[in-house]
């Protein structure tokens, strides 16, 4: 895929540090692209504890599957993940290809089948060459070195017009310990080609509960909060795996203050790949920042946010600038959230629009315009039920979206 | 809007036949187009019943209140329909401005204003230039007819690219009944032009409970059966008026077996007008009809339907005539419906794609492809898990779309 890198890419990827007791490497088997690397080996150190967040899709794949059962247990020994093959809707086969894959890692690294995480990523409905997959694997396991995270980003990466990393520094209990992680995504979904994966290591000591109680809060604040055109995917994945060498005191719930800092950053770096993907939606030219408040609780404001976000005719009405805020309104009213419309507030770029369900008098269009031209819009409503309040992102519908998806694959 | 007519348009508004006790008369006021009728009145005989549906939107416009309101109570003399202006987001002056204009017809016909039924269609957040309608209406008065049908259906278009009307009749015990009718809208909602409206009438003597029933009924396996963009508009009317001019035998409930053909030919023109909603969709170059077999019930088989039909990614698929059949399977997953992945089966224009959860041997895309390259694309899909079926129709996305919406108002 030869896309133009997206206008909203961040400068450059992140100097990431080595978290100790983690390493990585990338190869290339071929399998659909060719000159770049398209498999990942992410190493975890023995005793790392690991914690999942997985697409909600009935029609889930047979790496989700895997993963999911695996991140019950909440040990894991590495990580395998290819790109231009997704192994969804590949029936039987699809799944004994998972553990095939799982098996050959976990042979390599002396432990379990069920210690490896699988993800494919790619097109649907095709058979995962899986012997591509383990005749690459060893030289992978020869390879595997701390610093190569930005290979490894890459390596997952599909219709992604370029690698997304991001990490932090927190203190648990005056220990420092080292977040950092990728993802992959370009659309929640384009399933021939692309989907929304994540991977977030962390060197401090937590138990798999509270590993888990942390990642699914800070997911439904970034990944579960982001849209590009309101497609699930059947392969989302989001894995957030601690090696424990930070050495941290021990913590036994994720109600521990010690941990405030901590689930502070976290949140920080899921955000901040959450937008990567969101800056490199399919055909964007525009972040469009959602801020609801007023909400009968924080999940309807979610989900009003989720209804602008998603909303062809706002998408559109961004693209070009046009200050055409009834789009907003009826995207509020189509959510099935409740909404005072005769109380509600609108404004865009911080400039009001309407209150008390009709417009403000004297209201000048010309700025609201301006800061619509602009790269990032936000959008800000009250509904006037309640105090729930959320932020979204999601991003313009442009002409380069239909030309993405609207080709032939190739 | 100077919007070259949709390839997929009939070749001509139905002729329809005189309703005794309806009649029509359009008008130019100039609220928002140049040289064209953007007025509408529909005179009912005294005694008529009038039913109706409407938008769930919870930023539902005056007129919506008013028609609701009005409904409850089940009689009606006139319609009143404007394009160019919703009256929408219009506070309480808009609540105002739907009285005026139904005291102002009630005035003329002798009539209450609880018996005038108030639409708008068009910009959101602007007031309605409530004068203008009211000066209009008795020259309507003067010109109604009841063979009118066309001019009144071209007069509540907005972004329409040909106006949209249907016909049929019925036997109710032995005396045949006509039904005529006309509908507006080029999206599911377009909030600065384009709105769904639809008007039926009939000459059969059906108590209001009756209709009402008839009519929900109907309207979920048509207007709420399709989509062009997953906006809903906060207008959305459907009204169906039977004067009972035909003098059939006297109906007290739906059940009643008289009522087989009516009810049969009553659905026939509420989804054909709703078709030609969809045949109208903005850039819509092709028509898709997504038939949803083996579902929890028929609503789990309609909305997963409106996934399938809703999906960007489906869309696009579509309107490059690309077999990416993996799309399907995404939606049917995202719809938060069950599905049996491994006993789902889908289909594109008859073909067999794929069984038991995995594509079938020896599958074939060139057949597909030449399917899809046609005007009309089926999508068949049966999710495995009870007997729950439903038709959904939607259009492709193409940059058409883009342009209609992504432009400055103009």
Chains 1, 2 share one sequence.
Request: with cysteine; proline share 4%.
């Amino acid at each position: 895929m030869a896309l133009a890198v997206s206008p909203l890419a961040p400068e450059r990827f992140p100097d990431i540090p080595v978290i100790p007791g983690v390493r990585f490497a990338a190869g290339c088997t071929g399998m659909r692209y060719r000159n770049r690397d398209d498999l990942m080996l992410a190493e975890l150190a023995p005793g790392t504890t690991v914690a999942g967040v997985f697409t909600r899709s009935a029609t889930a794949s047979a790496p989700v599957l895997w993963c999911r059962a695996s991140a019950k247990r909440g040990r894991g020994r590495a990580m395998v993940v290819n790109a231009g093959n997704a192994n969804t809707f590949t029936g039987s086969r699809g799944a004994a290809d998972v553990k095939t894959t799982a098996a050959a890692a976990a042979k390599l690294l002396g432990c379990a089948a069920a210690d490896i995480f699988v993800s494919s990523t790619g097109i649907i409905g095709q058979r995962l060459p899986v012997e591509t997959v383990v005749a690459a694997l060893p030289g992978l396991q020869a390879q595997l070195d701390g610093k190569a995270w930005e290979a490894a980003a890459r390596a997952i990466t599909t219709t992604d017009t370029y690698p997304k990393g991001s990490t932090a520094q927190a203190k648990i209990g005056g220990v420092t310990v080292t977040i950092g992680g990728f993802a992959k995504g370009s659309g929640m979904i384009a399933p021939d080609m692309a989907t929304m994966l994540a991977y977030v290591f962390t060197d401090a000591a937590l138990p798999v509960r509270v590993l888990q109680q942390l990642l699914r809060e800070g997911a439904d604040r970034s990944f579960n909060s982001i849209t590009v055109d309101s497609d699930t995917s059947t392969s989302d994945t989001l894995l957030l795996a601690a090696t424990g060498k930070a050495g941290n005191k021990k913590i036994t719930r994720a109600g521990d203050p010690a941990l405030k800092d901590f689930r502070a950053k976290l949140d920080t770096v899921l955000l901040d790949l959450a937008l990567q993907i969101v800056r490199d939606g399919e055909g964007a030219q525009k972040l469009i920042t959602v801020r609801v408040n007023g909400a009968a609780s924080s999940q309807a404001a979610r989900k009003i946010g989720l209804s602008v976000a998603n909303s062809p005719l706002v998408k559109t009405a961004v693209a070009a600038a046009d200050a055409n805020w009834g789009r907003i309104v009826a995207a509020v009213g189509k959510a099935g959230e409740k909404a005072n419309r005769d109380r509600m507030k609108l404004g865009i770029g911080g400039i009001l629009i309407a209150r008390n369900g009709e417009p403000v008098t004297g209201y000048d269009e010309a700025p609201v315009t301006q800061h619509m031209k602009g790269r990032d819009v936000v959008i800000e409503i009250d509904v006037g039920v309640g105090k729930g309040r959320a932020t979204v992102w999601g991003c313009d519908l442009t002409h380069g979206y239909i030309e993405i998806n609207g080709s032939y694959r190739s």
